[in-house]
């Protein structure tokens, strides 16, 4: 018969070391933002139709741009999920015709800078650091 020695000198210097170092990470009792802003901006000659898509699917009219004007939008923060990118498809009114800006990949608490240009197919979409 074999017996398992269970008790080692200075066993519980490890024990102690092991449970203390759940206790020395700091949890922020900050909570991360729900919402993640989008600043449009257009130098378009036309009313602007914004669209977000997940990659190229799954669009989701977020609003309107107005011709040389800005406009705020906001997604949750779980849409930036997306393992493709979020991207922008956007319509001019006079032309009729979509544009694509992006893919961008957004975490909480950034901001998403779109820029509509006079030629929406050279528009623009950039992820900007912490909006707080």
């Given at each position: 018969?074999?017996?398992?020695?269970?008790?080692?000198?200075?066993?519980?210097?490890g024990?102690?070391?092991?449970?203390?170092?759940?206790?020395v990470?700091?949890r922020?009792?900050?909570?991360?933002?729900?919402?993640?802003?989008?600043s449009?901006?257009?130098?378009n000659?036309?009313?602007?139709?914004?669209?977000?898509m997940?990659?190229?699917?799954?669009a989701r009219?977020l609003?309107?741009?107005?011709k040389?004007?800005?406009?705020?939008?906001?997604?949750?923060a779980?849409?930036?999920?997306?393992?493709?990118?979020?991207?922008?498809?956007?319509?001019?009114?006079?032309?009729?015709?979509?544009y694509?800006?992006?893919?961008?990949?957004?975490?909480?608490?950034e901001?998403?800078?779109l820029?509509i240009?006079k030629?929406?197919?050279?528009?623009?979409?950039r992820?900007?650091?912490?909006?707080?």
């Amino acid at each position: 018969m074999w017996s398992l020695r269970l008790y080692r000198p200075g066993w519980w210097v490890g024990v102690a070391l092991l449970s203390s170092a759940c206790a020395v990470v700091p949890r922020s009792t900050e909570a991360l933002p729900t919402l993640i802003p989008i600043s449009g901006h257009s130098y378009n000659r036309s009313d602007v139709d914004v669209y977000l898509m997940c990659g190229d699917r799954d669009a989701r009219r977020l609003g309107v741009v107005s011709k040389k004007g800005a406009a705020a939008f906001e997604i949750p923060a779980e849409a930036a999920r997306c393992v493709s990118g979020l991207n922008f498809f956007l319509v001019a009114w006079d032309r009729g015709r979509g544009y694509w800006a992006g893919p961008v990949r957004p975490r909480a608490g950034e901001q998403i800078d779109l820029v509509i240009e006079k030629y929406a197919g050279l528009s623009t979409a950039r992820v900007r650091g912490d909006f707080r």
